[in-house]
């Protein structure tokens, strides 16, 4: 009897701490219901680009899954497969038949998707442009590089590479906004700030290895005294620096390239081109989740009750040097 | 004894479903530390501004709080009474001395305040910059409005109200950044985009009511066929109003302004103005304080492992008039 009683006891004692437990919990829950930055893992956000085979995104869909671990919700990624803007918009297409809790799209061709994009909102669907903006679109926000920054990022680099003296030219892709921004930031930055260094030429390099190695090697022979080359896209950086080592000038001159392929990487190991720009490509995919939280949830709700968003985020530009080249080279 | 043994099976019961319930607990627990958006009440935030008193930063400081409420953090609010640098690095060094989760500061002198910012960034306190930018110090963004796409928004609403014809004039406050941004933006788009459109002429207000009347009083007099006036900011705004009802010119001529003091929707209300550009001061204060605590727990790593956040947010401008007035007369 006394042991039974013993038992009693101590089964009562459990009895009271599972309901102080169960009470405290309650509480957990319901902060956890206030908590609103707290998705389900039914919740999919979908992001679309075209070229989905290329490395460049994924480090910008490593920043969406972060995101989505962090909120407990799932992703997807779609796409064109191949530099295709039909392709592209029939996947858009389909991710809209299925209703997703938000779409983050980076877009080939503004003008081309612009309805498509508009038919996402227009169903009450999230959306928001990262990387490749469609500012003409209904879409709530962009989340990419300010190319003109990002220039001038790259000119005060060459500056400080070449002792703030000297002739450079540049490499670029004149027909594509970001590069002519890109463009002018470098070019407008040495003008104003570097008054001892000019830019004696901007060469148009068509996006391509081979012409911008070519219209390098032109720059080269026209101007001997050059001391530096900027090359506003991957495939002009790498065509620079074969130019550069074919007429056996490399370490002669400092070469400047954007983003972070494995040519270009590579190219700076061996101390062929100076610097690099890597964008904020993580940053990017990270914040568009948050904001597609932010506008499934409806987070931050102004005056009227709507959700507002910043309609624009700069996620920045970093030097990549031989210094810190390893650690691009992993997309962990 | 039958009464006891179905008591001791209901205990046995209630155990199980205790144990079950502890384990279900558990593994909510361990999303919770997996879902790094969660801090705790003891984490402390700090806004800092100038001109504490002002109702202008009660909307960031809303948006600070909304932030908080989700993160589950604290807030506080400190600064300058008055429109004074030394009190506002002072308030800043107080807080610094007691080690806060981080910090969001508005100055309104960046010079002055840049070596206490970067000594709040070398004690290892996140800090991020909203609404008035100290460029050259240390801190990891600036969250705030875009004010040559504010002068731009502006441009082309009153192009709509003008149906893209006639004279305009600008009161604005050339000797601060901000305000000539918005001019600028204002002035390139008119002639860029409206070819119909002429800006007359650009005034200095000074961002002060009395002055801008009369400035205004002088445009007016000037240029009989004027028929609209932007001004970069609201005491000008006002003064412009006061100006135009004292010629009976009250419906004659399109007035934007700058803001949503009360004095400002009081003339939109009236007729008098009829349009005024909020920024997003609600959003300056949730973003700040989201990136603020993404710096504290390092939830979004670089390469490296250091933390990475996009350096600029634009929070953007929405357009009040007559019909959403009344939603910016509560501050909620």
């Given at each position: 009897m006394k042991k039974l009683l013993f038992i009693y006891i101590i089964l009562i004692g459990l009895f009271v701490v599972y309901v102080y437990h169960y009470q405290t919990n309650e509480t957990a829950s319901n902060d956890w219901e206030d908590h609103e930055l707290q998705g389900s893992v039914e919740e999919t956000y979908v992001m679309i680009t075209f070229q989905?085979?290329?490395?460049?995104?994924k480090r910008a869909l490593k920043g969406f899954e972060d995101a989505a671990e962090v909120l407990n919700v799932s992703v997807e990624y779609r796409g064109a497969t191949q530099y295709d803007i039909n392709e592209e918009i029939m996947a858009l297409e389909q991710v809209i038949a299925r209703n997703p809790a938000g779409i983050a799209i980076s877009t080939m061709d503004p003008e081309a998707m612009n309805p498509t994009i508009n038919k996402a909102v227009e169903a009450g669907i999230p959306v928001v442009m990262f990387d490749a903006n469609a500012p003409d679109s209904k879409a709530y926000a962009f989340i990419g590089t300010d190319n003109f920054e990002a220039g001038a990022t790259a000119a005060h680099k060459m500056a400080e590479l070449l002792d703030e003296k000297g002739e450079v030219g540049i490499i670029t892709h004149p027909y594509q906004l970001n590069h002519q921004e890109r463009t002018d930031g470098f070019h407008a930055t040495i003008e104003k700030k570097y008054p001892e260094m000019t830019v004696v030429e901007i060469k148009d390099g068509r996006g391509d290895q081979l012409i911008s190695k070519e219209v390098s090697e032109e720059l080269l022979s026209e101007y001997p005294n050059l001391k530096g080359i900027f090359a506003s896209e991957a495939n002009g950086g790498v065509g620079v620096g074969k130019a550069v080592i074919d007429q056996n000038k490399a370490g002669q001159l400092h070469i400047i390239s954007f983003d972070t392929d494995k040519g270009t990487l590579d190219l700076i190991k061996e101390g062929v081109i100076s610097a690099t720009m890597a964008q904020g490509t993580r940053e990017m995919g990270y914040w568009s989740l948050q904001f597609l939280f932010h506008l499934q949830h409806n987070v931050v709700s102004d005056v009227n009750g709507e959700t507002t968003l910043p309609p624009y985020v700069d996620t920045g530009i970093k030097i990549v040097t031989e210094e810190n080249v390893d650690d691009y080279y992993a997309i962990e």
């Open positions: 989905t085979g290329i490395d460049y995104w």
